[in-house]
Each structure stands twice: as structure tokens, then as C-alpha cells.
């Protein structure tokens, strides 16, 4: 759990710094930009120990999947709902994790969804907002649940196929994935003038985009892909919202914004119960890890 615990507390400062920083560049560019500074940390790697083809192809496809068109249809629901309510429809991610984990049996899928309900109660809880305008739109909460499910989907698919190169550390493969990403974000950023957005880049921003692609998406998507596949998958649904009180905190303490405390304590507690009813009732088996880790 301490890799998904360290990429919640990343993802949670990440979330602020966009909405200082980067507000003013296209969403796609965003995208594709963040997955090529990403890929430069695993190319290496790539290169001295290659895959075999089905394998890879596969690592490919879960990228672009998982990074690729989730950020196409985050970023594209940003043109129909306000992003407190973007932010907000992002909770029902665990429960497509739980929904999509095979190897649950139906009492463990039943405690499973019970952890992912907690973990979208707690998380809506903190970020919900009294006389909110409500719905925006259908087209972009759709375009949101899309993209929760295509983040969900790779992070089970990518736990199902780590077995099939057990004797590979994931970092000798994780290029696949970020190349997969940039495939799918590529045409996007092209069609809608999003390399626009290098003459606009400032020092700051600049910057804070390349902290975000290095860090919050090229290590941190590693980091939780890999404790994915060392986990219970109701563990991993309650953490896939765990970036929200951070972000929370970080955005009072840090960026001076204002919250009140009684939704925030009564978040963090449903979180903590998701957690705990994950670790203590739902006993799914942890997946097989790489011959790297077996080391004495």
C-alpha cells in the first residue's frame, strides 16, 4: 500500500498546481505533453530487455487505454461541466475497479463494493458543495464515467497480465504503456490545435508541466500500477479516491483556499472505514510480483 498511498499524496498537490498553473493551455496538449516527458524514465529500459510481441502489444493497448483516452475524455468533459463537478464525478472510479476485478468471488465482490460505495461516499462528502448548480451536463458526466472506467480497466488489466512477465521487473516495460498513451493522445492534441500551446508556456508553467509529466504522471502511474498488483483489489478501489483529502488539504494549507472542517472529518472517517472493510473482509489473493522483488 505504500506506493498508492505515496501517488495519492503527489496526484493530491498535482490537483492544485494545474488549476494555478496550467488553466490557460489546451486539455490535450496537456495530455500528450505529460506522457512524453513520462516516457524518457522507462525508454532505456525498454531497449536492454524487449518483450515478446503479444505481451507488449498488449502493455501498449492498457496505456493507451488507461492514460491515453482517459485523459482525452477528462479533459474533453472540462468543455461542458465546471471543474468542481469534474472532480466530483472522478469518485465513482473505485467502483469500476471492484466491478472489474474477475477474481473476486461474489461474497468478496459483495465486501469489495461495499469498501468502493464507502470510498464514493466519503470522497463526495468532502468535496460537496451546498447550493451547487448541480448537472451541467449528461454529455460531459458521461464523458467522465469513461474515463474512470478506462483508468479502472487499466489498472485491473495491467494486474491480470503482470504474470505473464513475471521474470521482468515492471520497469524494464512500462515504456509500452506511455507509448500506447501518446498514440492515443497524439491525433487528439493535433486536431484540436493543441501545439498551439507552446507559444503560450511561461517559465512557471513550464516548469510545473514538466514536474507534472516527470513526476505526478511518469513515476506516479508507475508507482500505482505497481502497487496495484501487490495489493487487494477492494484495497486498490478505496484508494483510487484517497488523492481527494489530500488534494483538499494541500489546497487549504498550501494555496490558501477554504473548506469547512465538519464535511472534511466526516469524508475522512467514511475513507477509513472503506479501508478498513477492505484489509479486514475482503481476502482476494495478491498477484503474482516480479522476479526483482523475490530478491533476498
Known amino acids: 500500500m505504500g506506493y498508492l498511498l505515496l501517488v495519492s499524496i503527489v496526484w493530491g498537490l498535482s490537483i492544485p498546481l494545474v488549476k494555478g498553473q496550467l488553466t490557460d493551455l489546451n486539455p490535450f496538449f496537456l ?76 461474497p468478496q465482490l459483495a465486501g469489495a463494493l461495499g469498501a468502493a460505495v464507502l470510498a464514493i461516499l ?13 448537472l451541467a451536463s449528461w454529455k460531459g458526466f458521461f464523458l467522465i464515467q469513461a474515463s474512470n472506467l478506462a483508468f479502472a480497466f487499466g489498472q485491473v488489466a495491467y494486474r491480470s497480465l503482470r504474470p505473464r512477465f513475471a521474470e521482468r521487473a515492471d520497469h524494464e516495460v512500462y515504456a509500452w504503456l506511455y507509448l500506447g498513451a501518446i498514440a492515443a493522445t497524439l491525433p487528439f492534441a493535433a486536431a484540436f490545435d493543441g501545439f498551439a500551446s507552446l507559444a503560450r508556456l511561461t517559465p512557471s508553467s513550464g516548469l510545473t ?6 513526476v505526478a504522471s511518469g513515476l506516479c502511474f508507475f508507482w500505482w500500477n505497481r502497487g496495484a498488483t501487490r495489493t487487494r483489489a477492494a484495497t486498490l478501489a478505496v484508494f483510487n479516491n484517497l488523492k481527494v483529502p489530500f488534494a483538499v488539504l494541500f489546497a487549504i494549507t498550501l494555496f490558501g483556499e477554504h473548506a469547512p472542517p465538519g464535511p472534511l472529518l466526516a469524508g475522512a472517517l467514511l475513507l477509513g472505514a472503506a479501508l478498513y472493510l477492505a484489509e479486514r473482509f475482503v481476502r482476494s489473493p495478491v498477484p503474482v510480483t516480479s522476479a526483482g522483488d523475490r530478491k533476498h
Not at 122 to 134: D, E, L
Open 209 to 214: 508541466l514538466v514536474y507534472l509529466g516527470v
Open 122 to 134: 466519503g470522497a463526495a462528502v468532502i468535496q460537496y458543495q451546498p447550493g451547487g448548480a448541480g
Open 31 to 106: 495530455g500528450f505533453a505529460r506522457m512524453v516527458l513520462a516516457l524518457p524514465l522507462f525508454l532505456p529500459f525498454l531497449a536492454r530487455r524487449p518483450v515478446e510481441a503479444p505481451v507488449a502489444w498488449r502493455l501498449f493497448g492498457i496505456g493507451a487505454v488507461q492514460y491515453g483516452f482517459m485523459y482525452v475524455c477528462l479533459f474533453a468533459a472540462f468543455r461542458y461541466l465546471p471543474a468542481y463537478q469534474v472532480a466530483l464525478f472522478t469518485v465513482t472510479t473505485p467502483l469500476f475497479v471492484a466491478l472489474l476485478a474477475r477474481e473476486l468471488t461474489r
